[in-house]
């Protein structure tokens, strides 16, 4: 069954610390990837997204991920987190016109 | 900018109560799309419509019903209410297809007794 993975639930950092999200999908063929941002009580947003090209993608707020296609894997990376990251943070696969799948989601909780 | 519209953002039900949740769009947008979000799953896709008078079911289809009567609004409707339907639904339209993005509602917070 098609799926997309993300391994942590639950990520607890310090300001300035780097993160690193893991994304995996199991859908074969072309896929377009998305990496969407949650605040508390808002709604979702787009942070960056991945259909061809260079495999490392820079979204806002200084996010970045790299799409390795050996490993069906699009990790989300930010080199130093700020307090305002705080947030859920969700994959997201299309691997056809009409189905977005999305990942369970991580919760970042950044320490001040 | 109104963007995607949701109405009503919290609404509570007893079991077997039916309801509509209220989406429109202001962006010309043909494709249109309701998940829900439970935690720890995710969101899940119930229902979609590539354009008015096309609907099709998404992952969690049952329970829910879809019309798409014009290209602004796509309402979700709940026949019989049931306690695991207490969850936050989201809708959200998207684009030309090489943008791939979706934008989405604020949400409705949904909660069956």
């Known amino acids: 069954a098609q799926s997309v993975s993300q391994h942590n639930h639950h990520v607890i950092l310090s300001e300035a610390a780097s993160l690193e999200l893991g994304c995996n999908y199991s859908?074969?063929?072309?896929?377009?990837l998305f990496w969407y941002v949650q605040y508390p009580g808002q709604h979702l947003q787009l942070l960056l997204k991945?259909?061809?090209?260079?495999?490392l993608v820079k979204g806002i707020k200084g996010f970045e991920a790299e799409f390795i296609k050996s490993k069906f894997s699009f990790n989300l990376r930010k080199p130093s987190v700020q307090w305002s990251d705080t947030a859920e943070y969700f994959c997201?696969?299309?691997?056809?016109?009409?189905?977005?799948?999305f990942g369970a989601g991580t919760r970042l909780t950044v320490k001040p | 900018n109104a963007g995607v519209t949701q109405t009503p953002k919290f609404q509570v039900l007893k079991t077997g109560q039916s309801m509509t949740l209220q989406c429109a769009q202001d962006?010309?947008?043909?494709?249109m799309s309701w998940y829900r979000q439970d935690p720890g799953m995710g969101l899940r896709l119930i229902h979609y419509?590539?354009?008015?008078?096309?609907?099709d079911q998404g992952e969690v289809p049952n329970g829910y019903n879809v019309s798409r009567s014009t290209t602004e609004d796509f309402p979700l409707r709940l026949l019989s209410a049931a306690p695991s339907q207490t969850s936050v639904y989201f809708c959200?339209?998207?684009?030309?297809?090489?943008?791939?993005?979706?934008?989405f509602g604020e949400g409705s917070r949904l909660t069956v007794l």
């Open positions: 419509s590539v354009g008015a008078g096309i609907t």
């Open positions: 962006m010309n947008h043909e494709y």
């Open positions: 859908y074969g063929g072309t896929v377009n």
């Open positions: 959200a339209s998207r684009g030309p297809w090489d943008t791939g993005e979706l934008f």
């Open positions: 991945y259909f061809s090209g260079d495999p």
């Open positions: 997201a696969v299309n691997a056809n016109n009409n189905d977005m799948r």
